[in-house]
């Protein structure tokens, strides 16, 4: 593994912030993390790039055309390929570039988001899906990769890197604010709650957590968390708050209000003061159509 010299001493100072030359109107940023991984972002998905002693695994591979520049900034930090890509789900924006990456033999998904991918991984790689956990080993470097159920999409993975204490969660969570599920690929709102909880309860040891979206947090003032990361602790109370809004949503339907009346009405706990609530009544719309379609759901 290959550190080159400007980077070098940037990692000493504890923060990398490479300038390397990009595909014109791409523009990646790279940023160290801790213990060869690094944060990579081009304003609008991020993805993480883990350094093992047998190249690089890739931590969502953005959209489609944006590998060659994610490349070149790797090149910029070490001369380790990229062996090996996880998608947190199929959506375009974090898998669209899986082909992109030559080297990566194998792409990692769960089962559920591999059969959303019409397209193949591309001449010589290999999609290896997996059910509820599965461990990821590259270079005696072990990732662990979870599924616990709908809610972003019915195949949203959380990769843990233990060695850093950190997990890497997708759109699961992307801020504090109200979540987005997508429905047409097989999201819950109604599951989602649920979903977070288990992460919540059988995720230990992680520390920091890093999301699918949002700038790099040394970039934003007075965001709290470790060096400024959400911790789990941040996570579990995302996934109360979930839930505190999906019951008062669905009290709010079996009452027979409309869902202009229950935005209009919503009130969340003081606790969640600072969560933004902005685009409350499409998410209402959401999940008052998932409660008419549910079977067990009675007004």
Do not use: C
């Amino acid at each position: 593994m290959r550190l080159n010299t400007a980077a070098a001493i940037l990692l000493a100072l504890g923060t990398v912030r490479v300038a390397h030359a990009q595909p014109p109107g791409r523009v990646v940023e790279a940023y160290f993390l801790s213990n060869e991984v690094y944060f990579l972002t081009n304003g609008r998905s991020n993805a993480l790039g883990v350094v093992t002693a047998d190249g690089i695994v890739l931590l969502d591979a953005m959209a489609a055309g944006w590998g060659p520049a994610v490349l070149d900034k790797l090149q910029g930090l070490t001369d380790m390929p990229v062996t090996a890509i996880i998608n947190t789900h199929a959506h375009e924006d974090h898998a669209g570039a899986d082909a992109e990456y030559p080297e990566a033999a194998q792409i990692v998904i769960h089962e559920n988001s591999r059969r959303r991918l019409a397209r193949s991984a591309g001449a010589g790689k290999t999609f290896k899906t997996f059910s509820d956990h599965m461990p990821v080993t590259v270079g005696k470097r072990t990732l662990h990769v979870y599924y616990f159920g709908k809610g972003h999409t019915d195949g949203d993975a959380i990769v843990v890197i233990p060695d850093i204490k950190a997990a890497y969660v997708g759109d699961l969570f992307a801020e504090k604010a109200l979540p987005i599920v997508d429905p047409a690929s097989g999201g819950s709102a109604l599951a989602l709650p649920e979903t977070l909880a288990r992460a919540a309860r059988e995720i230990t040891g992680v520390a920091r957590v890093v999301t699918g979206h949002g700038r790099w947090p040394g970039s934003k003032p007075n965001t709290g968390g470790l060096q400024g990361w959400y911790t789990w602790n941040d996570f579990r109370e995302y996934a109360e708050f979930t839930r505190k809004f999906v019951d008062a949503v669905t009290a709010g339907w079996k009452n027979g209000r409309t869902s202009e009346q229950v935005a209009s009405e919503l009130r969340m706990p003081e606790k969640y003061k600072d969560y933004r609530l902005d685009g409350a009544k499409a998410m209402i719309e959401t999940i008052f159509n998932e409660l008419k379609q549910s079977p067990a759901a009675k007004r």
